[in-house]
Nanobody, 116 residues
């Protein structure tokens, strides 16, 4: 079992930055890939960013490339999402996820609201 807890969300103005954290506990999180997804009201959940277990490989949705950076600190069992140049369309609930074989784990999510 893996438990994921996100933090760092909030209300910011367009152009500002936030850093989200996803703290993991339980099984060997440091050996799993991880990612961030988001869901805006009335929309489907969408992929934002992903990172492999060692942090040497990352992937981003086109909509956030160049603005968001995913990273991890395996010593702290934590994955981060640095979000810069935020836009109103980035407003959503952001959730982190990881998987171990067929088991997929999700956090409860953290709200990010960007005002124009």
């Amino acid at each position: 079992q893996v438990q994921l807890v996100e933090s760092g969300g909030g209300l910011v103005q367009a152009g500002e930055s936030l850093r989200l954290s996803c703290a993991a506990s339980g099984e060997s999180f440091s050996t799993y890939g991880a990612g961030w997804f988001r869901q805006a009201p009335g929309k489907e959940r969408e992929f934002v960013a992903g990172i492999n277990w060692s942090g040497t490989s990352t992937d981003y949705a086109d909509s956030v490339k160049g603005r968001f950076t995913i990273s991890r600190d395996n010593a702290k069992n934590t994955v981060y999402l640095q979000m810069n140049s935020l836009k109103p369309e980035d407003t959503a609930v952001y959730s982190c996820t990881t998987s171990s074989g067929p088991r997929v784990y999700w956090g409860q999510g953290t709200q990010v609201t960007v005002s124009s």
